[in-house]
């Protein structure tokens, strides 16, 4: 079991999902569904987005690198909490770099924030309440 420190109320619940960068999205999306065979959700192919649903777990992929760790090599976290506003102003209080300001993306709510070394977490709420 890992410690804590105090009280938080980030509370992680799971992890939703995980964010690659990828420099060509119609071939990143063909070596998933084609080559390794793993479903892609029919909505995808956007143009700059695609998910990969594994349960429990979605891979993203995005030529939108704000999405993503800097480099179109990084993968990014996303974790699942109760409430993506007051997390991200108690995670701001406590002097964590918050990348991207909360913002409605259609099914979820979502802000990103930046750990010591630039790795970047989203911190994510479906408007459903699932996740995981």
Same mark, same amino acid.
């Given at each position: 079991?890992?410690?804590?420190?105090?009280?938080?109320?980030?509370?992680?619940?799971?992890?939703? #999902?995980?964010?690659?960068?990828?420099?060509?999205?119609?071939?990143? =999306? %063909? #070596?998933?569904? +084609?080559?390794?065979?793993?479903?892609?959700?029919?909505?995808?192919? @956007?143009?700059?987005?695609?998910?990969?649903?594994?349960?429990?777990?979605?891979?993203?992929?995005?030529?939108?690198?704000?999405? %993503?760790?800097?480099?179109?090599?990084?993968?990014?976290?996303?974790?699942?909490? +109760?409430? =993506?506003?007051?997390?991200?102003?108690?995670?701001?209080?406590?002097?964590? %770099? =918050?990348?991207?300001?909360? #913002?409605?993306?259609?099914?979820? @709510?979502?802000?990103?924030?930046?750990?010591?070394?630039?790795? @970047?977490?989203?911190?994510? @709420?479906?408007? +459903?309440?699932? #996740?995981?």
């Amino acid at each position: 079991m890992l410690a804590t420190t105090g009280a938080c109320l980030l509370r992680p619940k799971a992890i939703d #999902f995980i964010v690659y960068g990828v420099t060509d999205l119609d071939a990143s =999306v %063909a #070596f998933y569904r +084609d080559i390794l065979g793993l479903p892609v959700d029919d909505w995808t192919g @956007r143009g700059n987005w695609a998910e990969i649903p594994i349960i429990p777990v979605t891979l993203c992929l995005t030529t939108v690198h704000r999405y %993503a760790s800097p480099g179109a090599a990084g993968a990014t976290l996303g974790i699942a909490v +109760d409430d =993506v506003d007051a997390s991200t102003e108690e995670l701001r209080a406590k002097g964590v %770099a =918050v990348v991207v300001e909360p #913002f409605e993306a259609g099914s979820c @709510r979502m802000a990103q924030i930046a750990d010591p070394d630039d790795n @970047r977490l989203w911190l994510h @709420r479906r408007n +459903d309440g699932t #996740f995981g």
